[in-house]
């Protein structure tokens, strides 16, 4: 056993108790070597992040004339002011801004509708069953495995009989739609394991079925509305496919006019302003990771274990 | 008609019928206990009252009023469920006012329920607090707070006190006699503990896969069960069981019992009518307390009957000691005084209070007399 060496157990009366929940205490040697592996992982997914950093701030011809890692001698933000506001995409010389303002205008509703309909199914699914309900859950866990591919053409047709093509809400509707299988799984999974005689005392004190969810269920649902907003919001602000297929000038996504922008073939190719929209494409999800990220897993671990 | 009537009601999930034409009623102010094994359906009957689970057919009526199909919430029954229930989001105070929110009582006049009920449970200082930071006595409390605050007819409680320590427990089940001593309310009242049952109610009905076995007053359950499942289950410890015959002696019905050496032994039955039993396998009821040293027998009985017999164990329990022999070829349970002088392997001097002894038919387990 070396996870209980000497050293260890001279060492502890002296070093204040770990507050973590630690199943095995492990020796410094194999502590060290641990953090030396994380750190080198760290550093390994950071590097491309680092380099994107690093030549969006430089003038591009530091960038085409010679080395991309090192650091700009002339520190510069007018990338990222290009990329924002003034530089070429398609054909109008509008920046990333409309398109980021279209996303910001699909993934609120498009997360915020499926993240409650989800509950709301998950709620009737674990609290109000009835007969065929899991085959109902099991078909929509079907969703989960659709490929995007194959619903692109009945889609397209679908929203032009609703009168949604090109438009915003048409995406929101796709997103909804293909997102409603994994809040519903994870909302039931999150419900299952909550106890029902809460529900039926709330029952009996005259709560109805809406009333129930709102004051019963909802309020202990925080965990399990992290994890889906988080899901929800990667899934849809890093959607290309529906974003490409769906959407008009005027509806398009960032992803699509981040590829726009790079693809533009005017002129020479401005890699500092590409990384600087890359950045900026990116920012949004790493923002909700890093404001909500620890509840994440906290949600998803949540019901497996009692406590 | 009573206060509260469960006519025929049977209940059925697809083809299995889990109740079988259950009839109960209950006076108001009366307390109801439902005691039987696990599984009995104690916990089904209780929800088909308080409209949690449909009735498959028969009638559920709550003073004069059939309430099958009515809403639960619209009853006006409340119900101390087995894990509490309580609201985890919610402080103590909105717990208990929350049924009367939703029935849209304006909050001078909840607040004011609150601090009564919050009173009578001695809970005044608890009101702020979260159901997690409460332990389980007062998370019992709360939940019982909840139930009367809403001044209903009806009391249901599911096995309110299995979640408690032995000694909570105890204290609690006093509480709850004396609270419905106090207020008088109807309740109805499931546990599988049958010293619970016995404490605490006032009519009790004894359930066993899905058939009242026995409706009556704890008395009548305990003196006179009607069969042997009856016997068996309720009594602490059990009424001893003996296998017996009956034969007639002196124009008196008596019977025939094989002691601890294979001795045939004869005991006068006190009921006349066994006589129609005479050459009969039957099996002989006896309880504990109606079998004593001579001195600790019952004087008002008419029947006391004297037995030898070989002691095999005894254990003093404080209060009582308890002697076990051998009748009928099986361990037979006596319960005397602490200071009875008995002692383990020698011959004693028995004495059988046959006024209180009951007889089976082995055959339909039904008692006979
Ligand atoms: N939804 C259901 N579907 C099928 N059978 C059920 C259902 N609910 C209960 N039962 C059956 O009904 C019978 C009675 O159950 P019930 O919960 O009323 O028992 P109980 O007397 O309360 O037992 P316990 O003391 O364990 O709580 C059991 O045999 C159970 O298996
Ligand atoms: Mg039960």
New binding site residues.
Partial sequence: MSTISQEAVVVRPAAPVPSQDTAVRTSRVARTFIYLVLLLFALFYLLPFAIMVINSVKPLSEITGGNMLALPQDWTIAPWLSAWSTAQIGVEPTGLRPYFLNSILMVVPAVAISTILGALNGYVLTKWRFRGDTILFGLMLFACFIPFQIVLIPMARMLGLMGLAGSTPGLILVHVVYGLGFTTLYFRNYYAAFPTELVRAAMMDGAGFFRIFWRIMLPVSGPIAVVSVIWQFTNIWNDFLFGASFADLDSMPMTVGLNNLVNSSTGVKEYNVHFAGAILAALPTLLVYIVAGRYFVRGLMAGSVKG | MGFLDIRNVT?S??S?E??HRVDISAEEGEFLVLV????????????MIAGLEAISSGDIAINGRVVNGVHPSKRNIAMVF?SYALYPNMTVGQNITFGLEMHGVPKPERDKALAQVAKLLQIDHLLDRKPAQLSGGQRQRVAMGRALVRNPDVFLF??PLSNLDAKLRVDMRTEIKKLHQRLGRTIVY?T?DQIEAMTLSTRIAV?NK?YVQQFGTPKEIYDTPSNLFVASFMGSPSMNLIPAKVAVENGAPHVVVMDAEGQARLLRLSQPALSAWSGREIVLGVRPEAITDPEGADRKSLNVQPLKNRVTVTEPAGSDTFVTTTLGGKDIIARMRADASVSPGEVFDFAVNMDKAVAFDPVTENRIA
């Fill in positions: 209940k999930y697809g299995v889990v109740l039987g094994p696990s599984g009995c359906g104690k916990s089904t009957l209780l929800n087995q599911d096995e499931v599988h359930m899905g």
